[in-house]
């Protein structure tokens, strides 16, 4: 709900069939992909580095499991997009690669989540799907995420499905997001991207790599800098553009071929475009309002983030790996806004409420260490990995939640009116937050094609809170267990059978900023059952994954569908469904990839009281949940200079509030890019988003079992870009 999750107040049966079959046949050792043109060179033959084609089953991956197992040799569900592959079809957000590329994502994306929150596998939201950079979480305070943002400087983004606190901690049984960032390179590297488009869209940005004082030091020195500023007027008015920039920066310091050090740090700044949702009017969107925006007419939004983080790798000898991470992060953000608009029929106006200003301080310091260790157990391979994390975060938050002011606008031809100076944020509360947790992992290779994943973690975060106005204090220590049991079977080299049973816990609400009428709440827990199958076939043109699951999760939060302050602790939640992924190069010049997502999510035990009379909405689609999510591409080189891109999504319906009232429709869109290799060293593309100019809803608010507003997607809209490497 977009207008005050950040306030911290509260037929795919045959072509299964068809997929298995491919199990009992051998597939080459060596997937062969085409690299785009613009590849950069010195960059491909990493196993540690995604290749824009594909499922990337054959990549070495830490997100799944901290052994650094492929995607074959992990029993989970595991998609590896690369940072190459969302540059490619347009996707110049982490949200729309995610949601585009990625199986069973979709976007809840707002203002007050920080245009950071998704939904995945039946659960919805920053506390329920967590969301990391380069391997590190960034704590969420008052439901809000907001970076990484920018997929300039992505190297790939690894979505893990299902409950993950085994590995992260609380906060993830929906799932984890880790966005890696591109790393310094020795082979020197330069590019350099510029577009224009509809709406004033300009976007500008730069990659340079390479080593430093090479003929002196030999490889021992090398730097990677990305940096990427967008603008544009925006397709709302009015307060409807936007700008941002993103910029990373990274050192390494490779001594020896044993032994690396890696200091890298990360800015963003956003300020997004000031726009909270268009009223219904008798449950529809007129197109007289659609690019209407209801805001007051001097709203601000700022988010700015800073990332520094210095990782070492030691070697010490070939058995024995060993990693640390020392990070620091801080967020500073503000919002001045009105975020409530709804249509009165009794006056045909649109009532404005929730007139909201809202500052976050946050900063989190802490480091990260981890052994893995290579030997025999019981006279069988294993590794074996140990480690710990520890976090200390403060978090102070200054509004005005006291402020009641509420004013009516017409439909159109109305006077926007200024933010009420009498409404001011003032000091409200801080927060310390000392979190520590332990965890351990162990891979022991059973028989020639057959091998067992266990692991284990224990978080402990005591959050001590003082409200800034009372001086009133309490604390609250919580303990999270996660867990999990994963069997990988290899019929052949090239395919694999899993099974994995996980345990998880999320925090109740936001932990770092959880209030004392939520602290009596108990920790969400959730189990998930998986079982799935993925492998390469028809030599090593076709690559695919299915996957079926059950998970169940008992005591959640939620809050209450336009009731911001209140919230309420529903008693189970599960969710069961099958998910398909597949990539086929089925033609010379041709390839599709797709995947699909189909799952049955509900209530299973939710009741709440409300003027006396209980209402059960046992049985229900959980809030913002689809039910139904599908992505396809398909590529075709026109000849050697020209390719065609056309992009396919579909949404299923949700809903806005428990009793499953206030519908938002299912939805198609369509995307194009036409690219053209003028030289060897230079694109130019063309990109069509929404080519169908698709009204369509990205999240959206209820009161009464009725929906009050929607907040629209982007219409059709046209780019044009050139990027050009040296």
Known sequence: MPSSIHRARSGAAPLCGLLLAF?????????????????????????????????????????ASRIGLTPLGTPASLDIVSGET????????????????????????????GNGAFTSRGFAGPNSIQQLYDGTRFFVGANTVTFPFDTWNVERIQVLRGPSSVLYGDGAIGGVINVVPKKPVFVPINAARAIVGTDGVARLALDSGGALGQAEFGDTFAYRLTVSGNRGDGWIRPEGDFRNLAVSAALLFQPSPDLAFTL????????PTRYWGTPLVEGRIPDLIRFRNYNVRDPKITWADNWTQFKTEWTPSADVTIRNTAYRLTSRRHWLDAEQYSYNRGTGLVDRGDYLEIYHGQEQVGDRLDATVRGSLFGLPNQFVAGFDVNHIDFRHTNNFNFGQTTSVPLTGYDPGFFPQNGRARPAYATQTNQASVFAEDRVILAENLSL????RLDVPTLNREDLQTGSRFAKTYRALGYRFGLVYNPTPDSALYTQYSVAADPVNSLITLSQSLAGFRLATGDQIEIGAKGLALDGALDWTIAGY???????ISAVPGQPTLSAQVGSQSSQGFELALGWHFAPGWRLDGNLALLHAQYDTFSQTANGATVSYAGNQPIDVPERVANLWLTWDLDRDWTARVGLQNVGQVYSDFANTARRPAYNLVNLVLDHQVTAESRLSVRVYNLFDKVYAISGNAANGIGTNWLLGRPRSVEVAYTVTW
């Open 23 to 63: 199990l009992a046949s051998p597939a080459a050792a060596q997937e062969t992909v085409t690299l785009d043109q613009l590849s950069v060179e010195g960059e491909g033959g990493d196993p540690n580095r995604a290749s824009p084609t594909g499922l990337n089953l054959r990549t070495r991956d830490r997100t």
């Open 86 to 113: 969302a540059r490619l079809r347009g996707q110049d957000t982490i949200a729309e690669a995610v949601t585009q590329d990625a199986t069973g994502i979709t976007t809840i994306a707002a203002p007050g989540n």
């Open 264 to 271: 890298s740090h990360d800015i963003g700044y956003q300020e």
């Open 453 to 456: 994943l266990t692991g284990v």
């Open 550 to 556: 059950r998970i169940v999760k008992d005591n959640l």
